[in-house]
């Protein structure tokens, strides 16, 4: 399989209250909880949400993760969460993030996986359903 274009997904969020300490600003954790709404609201885009996956016995555990902070976000901002994805044959898959507010990207990064069979916790090549889903955007 071999997709070149990329799958391109933007999904919005609002800071919560929780999710910054006592200045406003959001704990940088948290970032990586907004690139996991991108990640998933993503695969759900393109019929595959993750419970489906995980159904059918695979899971998608975070290999390495990346997080460049440019501008602090706060409390009730609105951000986009633009995810990207291309996938090009490998057993493992990265997902890209742009958190945009107002359309200037606060942060962005990247999260690297691997397919694992929930049974036995090991690595295992993308799953029939997964390469099936890939290869019907291929053929569009």
């Known amino acids: 399989m071999n997709n070149s274009a990329p799958i391109v997904h933007t999904s919005s969020v609002r800071v919560r209250y929780a999710e910054t300490d006592k200045m406003g600003v959001v704990y940088n ?3 990586l909880a ?7 609201e993503l695969l759900r885009s393109i019929g595959l949400p993750y419970a489906e996956l995980e159904c ?3 899971m998608l555990p975070v290999l390495e ?4 902070y440019n501008l602090p ?5 609105l951000l986009d969460i633009e995810t990207t994805f291309r996938q090009d044959a490998a057993a493992t898959i990265q997902m890209n993030y742009r958190l945009l507010r107002a359309g200037i990207a606060i942060a962005e990064g990247y999260t690297l996986h691997a397919f694992i069979s929930s049974e036995t916790r090991r690595a295992v090549r993308p799953p029939r359903i997964f390469l099936d889903v890939m290869n019907s955007r291929t053929e569009r």
């Open 73 to 77: 976000a706060y409390y009730d901002d």
């Open 29 to 31: 954790g948290n970032y």
């Open 34 to 40: 907004y690139f996991e709404i991108g990640r998933t």
């Open 56 to 58: 059918a016995g695979y």
């Open 65 to 68: 993760a990346k997080v460049r």
